[in-house]
């Protein structure tokens, strides 16, 4: 019983937000822009009037929600996204950020591709946008073109949200 408990803390340790370098933050607090939330291999700016909050977070892959004047979209992240065939229609690359409109029946949505370390060479689906903010017009850039692929371990964050085997592990450890 005791080792299920521990296992339970570890994986209530993976949702919880981490500003900076210091100890979780509270999970129901949300984050108000403007302020960079940086994730393990991208990077999103909030802008003023949205927030960020209800985050969610596995072994390989992380989900926030994001609620604006106009609606609200998610951010995942993943390690695991299945990469494919066709990416969909590119709508904005710079600094090594590649996004593609894609549409599932009626739903828009946005594939972020880049380069991680952990992937090997060439560019992967890391990050996909998705909700009800998302029309498809000319108004979405506003939104994907925040968003950004790289190594922020050493950016000035807002917010950083952590998760996988490592925070596992380390939380097992009783490391912060």
């Not at 979780?24 to 802008?47: I, N, T």
């Not at 003023?48 to 951010?75: C, H, P």
Request: proline letters at 5%.
């Amino acid at each position: 019983m005791t080792r299920g408990l521990g296992l339970l803390g570890c994986a209530l340790a993976l949702a919880l937000p981490m500003p900076g370098n210091a100890r979780p933050d509270s999970p129901a607090s949300p984050v108000v822009g403007p302020s960079s939330l940086c994730f393990k291999y991208s990077r999103f700016d909030l802008v003023e009037g949205e927030s960020a909050a209800d985050f969610g977070a596995g072994t390989e892959t992380m989900s926030l929600k994001v609620t604006a004047r106009t609606g609200s979209f998610r951010i995942g992240e993943s390690e695991i996204y299945v990469q494919p065939r066709r990416r969909g229609r590119l709508v904005f690359s710079a600094e090594g950020t590649s996004i593609y409109r894609t549409e599932q029946g009626s739903d828009v949505g946005y594939a972020v591709y880049g380069h991680a370390d952990f992937l090997g060479d060439g560019d992967r689906h890391i990050v996909s946008l998705s909700g009800p903010s998302f029309t498809g017009g000319k108004g979405d850039a506003a939104i994907y073109r925040r968003v950004r692929i790289g190594d922020f371990s050493a950016t000035k964050c807002g917010m950083r949200y952590l998760y996988g085997w490592d925070v596992i592990l380390s939380a097992m450890e009783g490391k912060p």
